[in-house]
């Protein structure tokens, strides 16, 4: 069982900076799969970025060159959240999983109870 917990979100305004970070019971370090989603209102949950086990990193497209996503120890990720626009504005989750053994694929089984962003025009 792996319990995640999120922590940094706030308001800022448009163009302003935030740093998440998610704090996991375990060392996931080489071992699961992590990643961060969020959800605006009225709208579904989407991803925002996924870290793999090797630390390889990718990002929406509707964030990448502003947010950035790091292991800053074994246990801590941390979301950069640079040049934030207003529909940045939403929940935003940490998730964890293992990979797949055999596509490596990440079904995302635990998940932090959200730190909620937003960000004003």
């Known amino acids: 069982q792996v319990q995640l917990v999120e922590s940094g979100g706030g308001s800022v305004q448009a163009g302003g900076s935030l740093r998440l970070s998610c704090v996991a019971s375990i060392n996931t370090y080489g071992t699961y799969g992590m990643a961060w989603f969020r959800r605006a209102p009225g709208k579904e949950r989407g991803g925002v970025a996924t870290i793999a086990r090797d630390g390889r990193t990718s990002y929406a497209d509707s964030v990448k060159g502003r947010f950035t996503s790091y292991q800053d120890n074994t246990n801590t990720l941390s979301l950069q959240m640079n040049s934030l626009k207003p529909e940045d504005t939403a929940m935003y989750y940490c998730?964890?999983?293992?990979?797949?053994?055999?596509?490596?694929?990440?079904?995302?089984?635990?998940w932090g109870q959200g730190t909620q962003v937003t960000v004003s025009s």
């Open positions: 998730a964890a999983a293992r990979p797949n053994p055999y596509t490596g694929v990440c079904d995302y089984n635990y």
